[in-house]
């Protein structure tokens, strides 16, 4: 099946800094992605649509200049948190769609301390 | 209104017994699909199983069926001979049109499955 590969799988970060999260499709191309965050034990919240070669979409709520996505080609979209806080500590986690089905990265487990 | 509805948010379950984790979905689109995904305590995202709104019977694949009722707008998930493996959060998933890769999954709110030796 196709993969979505999504690194890093963790990271501890100072307040303040900024820290950069990458999604790959391994194998096929996909112009759109999307990132969502996820809370324990809750649902994945959608937070914003990576499109290829333009602006991403985000959700109502989102804040665009704290969360920057890039999705510069086909296979690559990147998710930037910039001056993490402690707030900010979640999973996030990226898929694409290859029809019919989403595929999803690992997740990245964000620390702020 | 919400799009896809889990009323369920934790359920137990036998070794070896069968249990129905409930969904049900809220849309206007004629042509969608729905999903199931496991999601262990790693975090990673499983895909199970899938459903096409035009789809005459109901998807299995091994030991998970898709009891889908499209007139109930119903689309549970059955897991036979349960295993201990298979306790993690179950998310039910919808996304509406086909073809168009763009388009957005909606999720539930998750069951909490708990397989009991």
């Known amino acids: 099946g196709a993969v979505v590969s999504q690194h890093p799988s963790w990271v501890i970060c100072k307040s303040g800094t900024s820290v950069k999260i990458e999604c790959r499709s391994l194998?096929?191309?996909?112009?759109?992605m999307f990132w969502y965050r996820q809370f324990p034990k809750q649902s994945l919240m959608l937070m914003a649509t990576?499109?290829?070669?333009?602006?991403?979409?985000?959700e109502q709520g989102v804040e665009k200049d704290k969360f920057l996505i890039n999705h510069a080609s086909l296979t690559l979209s990147t998710l930037t948190v910039t001056s993490a806080h402690p707030e900010d500590s979640s999973f996030y986690i990226c898929?694409?769609?290859?029809?019919?089905?989403?595929?999803f990265g690992q997740g990245t487990r964000l620390t702020v301390v | 209104a919400q799009k896809i509805t889990q009323t369920q948010p934790g359920m137990f379950v036998q070794e070896k017994e069968a249990v129905t984790l409930d969904c049900t979905y809220d849309?206007?689109?004629?042509?969608?699909?729905l999903f199931w995904y496991k999601q262990p305590s790693s975090g990673e995202m499983i895909f199970l199983i899938y459903?096409?709104?035009?789809?005459?019977q109901n998807a299995t694949e091994g030991r998970y069926s898709l009891n889908f009722q499209k007139a109930r707008k119903s689309a549970n998930l059955v897991i036979s001979a349960s295993q201990l493996g298979d306790s993690a959060m179950y998310f039910c998933?919808?996304?509406?049109?086909?073809?168009?890769?763009?388009?957005?999954?909606?999720f539930g709110t998750g069951t909490s499955l708990t397989v009991i030796p």
């Open positions: 898929s694409a769609n290859r029809a019919p089905e989403a595929f």
């Open positions: 194998d096929f191309q996909a112009t759109t």
């Open positions: 990576s499109n290829e070669g333009s602006k991403a979409t985000y």
């Open positions: 849309t206007s689109d004629p042509s969608y699909g």
């Open positions: 459903q096409g709104s035009y789809d005459q």
């Open positions: 998933a919808m996304r509406e049109g086909f073809s168009n890769t763009g388009n957005q999954f909606y």
